[in-house]
């Protein structure tokens, strides 16, 4: 077994563990989409060529260059305008909570969010019925009233008085009604 080799893994491992952080999650809806508008970078870089002819000379030169790319697509106007219409979106939707729960207004971990729902009122839907029943149960029983000679899919309440019949005019036992045992098979 190669001991160096293991070693050598080993310390890798270690002084990689030194500069590695965790990773955290993001939310992915509030980050900036991956919108670049362009980058600009500086790079030098040193080149050393020998020539082995017959003076065995060498030669040196270095570079200073300076790079900026721009990406293809959207303006960037655009981009940042959607990116900040994306985030005032969802802060719309969880503003409702957090002006709801007043305990984070005193959590100072809170302050930006606070101070970003601050103001913003949830528009409630008040087109529920004050019953609380939704408007296909409301439906169905105006239905059963115009036609109660109707058997309706999953009414429980229908013609509770008489006995159920399915289509092939067999009666349906009762819930307490023990079924007979199955015969033994012939062992052949």
């Known amino acids: 077994m190669n001991y160096y080799f293991t070693g050598i893994l080993i310390l890798a491992l270690t002084i990689l563990a030194l500069f590695v952080e965790p990773a955290y999650p993001r939310n992915e809806y509030l980050n900036d989409y991956g919108v670049r508008c362009g980058e600009f970078e500086i790079r030098t870089d040193k080149r050393e060529t020998d020539y082995n002819y017959s003076d065995s000379s060498t030669n040196e030169q270095q570079y200073l260059s300076f790079t900026y790319r721009k990406y293809l697509g959207t303006d960037c106007k655009t ?19 957090v002006n709801s729960n007043p305990s984070l207004a005193y959590n100072s971990n809170f302050d930006l969010l606070v101070s970003k729902c601050r103001g913003v009122t949830p528009a409630r839907d008040n087109t529920r019925p004050s019953d609380s029943q939704s408007l296909w149960d409301d439906m169905k029983d105006e239905y059963k009233k115009e036609n109660p000679e109707v058997n309706l899919m999953g009414d429980k309440f229908i013609n509770s008085g008489k006995t159920k019949l399915d289509k092939s005019g067999l009666k349906i036992p009762p819930k307490d009604y023990i079924l007979p045992l199955p015969k033994p098979k012939q062992n052949e």
């Open 79 to 97: 981009a940042k305008e959607n990116v900040a219409i994306k985030q005032q979106l969802e802060l719309m939707k969880m503003c409702g909570r």
